[in-house]
């Protein structure tokens, strides 16, 4: 082979000259020629011989082809350049005009909503069931081993006060808005205490507002929840523009001036809102157990206030399904990079409020480490009124 | 004395002849100025095989849980691309369909697969870069438009892909040209 190969090479620059003088090759066969070539000028690509893989032999070659044949493999090759080189230019035009459209539209903003093409949140979509999922079937052992995550309660504790229901069973009341960045948060740990106790359908998903956060997070518009042990009543009084958006009736908004604060003012509502002012989520666990405003232990993870620095669910933060999957799983890398573990500690309170309220049922729930440490907590607290 | 083997008068001499036996049998990939595109088999089997380190370590990392060596903040957050509802297409994983790409990609690149005179493996090297392609196209806007966030990773991958799409398309005539003188040959 070696020597096959050598003698083409001294061969071709001895009879290069003369066939390059004359293109008609005198008819040379084209058999051994193109052996010639093919090792002499491309050695790298092993020539017409080895291109076949040895199935043609050398004889058996076509021979040199006419004129017009070599007219149709001109134009045959010619449009198949053509046609590939389209092809690219194509494929760049359509990149570019969607690169363009993105930078010039007004679609944009860097959101991550999720709010089906509508920046309000009006019409939230459905959210995905991969991620209602996660958050509704968080592991006993998860919430057990996070219990209270050394998170203060977040409840204040109540008496003397005639009793929340709804037809037999302790009522829930949430009282937030779409844009609020705290609400978005709260969800997560909403959805997860109350699908212990129910189940959640058509819940949507949505995201705090553009400006707030743009936090992923659950919507309860257009949600049902049933539940044996209680009912959850949630009302979003505003939408992502902080519009009005679901009616509050005035029952709900009277519990909200009682023991949140002013809805026209800053005033809070001492002594269930010390303050300094009344704020959403607002929650009420059977006017036994009331919350107002940003979770503390919940707020670092939209804002850091101690360090003025944005947390790590701001800006959308890794996307709602790797939140979902961090709150399944807090000991993750994700899960710990969003402190998931707090939404699982807040859950825990919502869950041992409720427990309380509505007489330790579930037991299955009520009884397990997780609940019964946040209830611990919580009992220590001094009731007001 | 035969000029030695660097010496320019012999690549030009050399040049000259395979020029002139291939004008000789009416191959005009040869003619004049043109020369054999070898870049193609070796461009779309690095490609492939750079695709498919990717593919491997952003499946990897999707198994597992953890986030991509990545920015996660502003535009570019490879997490919250990767873990997007997008990231599924059909219920699989995009980082397992990058696999399921450019292992096949990477077999039909090989230089022998570019020389193979078998009727079927160019054809399926265009189809597999052009369903690459479209998937680009989707990838893309999913980020731009749904997502709102880029991931370096998969933007890698975009490249590779409309890298080897631009080889194969533009390259059909040299793919297919085995095929041809093998049923000339015949």
């Given at each position: 082979m070696a020597t096959q190969k050598k003698r083409p090479r001294r061969s071709?620059?001895?009879?290069?000259?003369?066939?390059?003088?004359?293109?008609?090759?005198?008819g040379a066969p084209g058999g051994a020629q193109r052996g010639e070539a093919g090792q002499g000028a491309r050695p790298s690509s092993g020539g017409g011989p080895r291109r076949l893989g040895g199935q043609v032999p050398a004889a058996s070659r076509p021979a040199p082809r006419s004129g017009a044949q070599r007219r149709n493999a001109r134009r045959r090759r010619t449009n198949s350049n053509v046609i590939g080189w389209v092809s690219v230019a194509v494929v760049l035009a359509v990149v570019a005009v969607l690169v363009v459209v993105k930078l010039t539209g007004s679609s944009g903003g860097g959101s991550s909503a999720g709010t089906g093409g509508d920046p309000s949140g009006r019409n939230p979509v459905a959210a995905s069931p991969a991620i209602v999922n996660l958050v509704t079937t968080v592991p006993a052992a998860v919430y057990d081993s996070v219990g209270t995550a050394s998170q203060p309660n977040p409840f204040t504790v109540t008496k003397g006060q005639s009793a929340l229901t709804s037809g037999g069973k302790v009522r829930f009341v949430y009282y937030g808005g779409e844009f609020c960045p705290y609400c978005a948060l709260m969800r997560w740990s909403l959805v997860a205490a109350l699908s212990r106790f129910g189940t959640f359908h058509g819940l949507k998903e949505t995201a705090s507002a553009g400006t707030d956060g743009d936090i992923p997070t659950f919507s309860f518009h257009g949600s049902t929840y049933t539940s044996k042990y209680l009912v959850f009543s949630p009302y979003e009084a505003s939408d992502r523009n902080q519009t009005a958006f679901e009616p509050v009736p005035t029952s709900v908004d009277n519990l909200y001036e009682k023991y949140d604060g002013s809805l026209t003012?800053?005033?809070?509502?001492?002594?269930?809102?010390?303050?300094?002012?009344?704020?959403?989520?607002?929650?009420?666990?059977?006017?036994?157990?009331?919350?107002s405003g940003d979770p503390v232990e919940l707020g670092y993870i939209y804002y850091d206030t101690a360090t003025s620095t944005n947390g790590p669910l701001f800006g959308g933060g890794p996307g709602r399904l790797a939140i979902a999957r961090a709150i399944h799983d807090p000991s993750s890398a994700v899960g710990k990079a969003i402190s998931a573990n707090l939404f699982i500690a807040q859950a825990n309170y919502i869950t041992a409020a409720i427990c309380a309220a509505d007489?330790?049922?579930?037991?299955?729930?009520?009884?397990?480490?997780?609940?019964?440490?946040a209830a611990k907590v919580i009992a220590a607290s001094k009731a007001v009124s | 004395m035969w000029p030695r083997r660097t010496d320019t008068r012999y690549a030009t001499a050399r040049t000259a002849a395979a020029t002139a036996r291939r004008r000789d049998r009416g191959d005009d990939e040869w003619e004049v100025g043109r020369q054999p595109t070898a870049w193609r088999p070796i461009l779309t089997t690095v490609a492939s095989l750079v695709g498919l380190g990717i593919s491997i370590y952003l499946t990897v990392e999707h198994f597992r849980g953890v986030a991509p060596i990545c920015s996660t903040t502003g535009i570019v957050d490879c997490l919250?691309?990767?873990?997007?509802?997008?990231?599924?297409?059909?219920?699989?994983?995009?980082?397992?369909?990058?696999?399921?790409?450019?292992?096949?990609?990477?077999?039909?690149?090989?230089?022998?697969?570019?020389?193979?005179?078998?009727?079927?493996?160019?054809?399926?090297?265009?189809?597999?870069?052009?369903?690459?392609?479209?998937?680009?196209?989707?990838?893309?806007?999913?980020?731009?438009?749904?997502?709102?966030?880029?991931?370096?990773?998969?933007?890698?991958?975009?490249?590779?892909?409309?890298?080897?799409?631009?080889?194969?398309?533009?390259?059909?005539?040299?793919?297919?040209?085995?095929?041809?003188?093998?049923?000339?040959a015949v």
């Open positions: 071709s620059s001895s009879s290069a000259g003369a066939n390059a003088r004359r293109p008609g090759g005198q003012s800053a005033t809070p509502a001492p002594p269930f809102n010390p303050g300094p002012s009344p704020g959403i989520p607002f929650l009420d666990i059977g006017n036994k157990y009331v919350s007489g330790g049922q579930p037991a299955s729930v009520c009884s397990t480490p997780g609940v019964t440490a | 919250k691309v990767t873990t997007s509802p997008e990231s599924r297409v059909f219920g699989i994983p995009v980082a397992v369909l990058g696999l399921a790409y450019f292992l096949p990609m990477l077999v039909l690149s090989l230089p022998l697969a570019w020389r193979s005179a078998n009727v079927l493996v160019a054809p399926a090297r265009l189809a597999l870069s052009v369903v690459g392609i479209g998937f680009v196209f989707y990838l893309v806007y999913s980020e731009l438009f749904t997502i709102h966030a880029i991931c370096l990773w998969c933007t890698g991958v975009h490249v590779l892909t409309f890298i080897i799409f631009v080889a194969v398309v533009t390259g059909w005539e040299q793919a297919t040209t085995p095929r041809r003188e093998a049923l000339e």
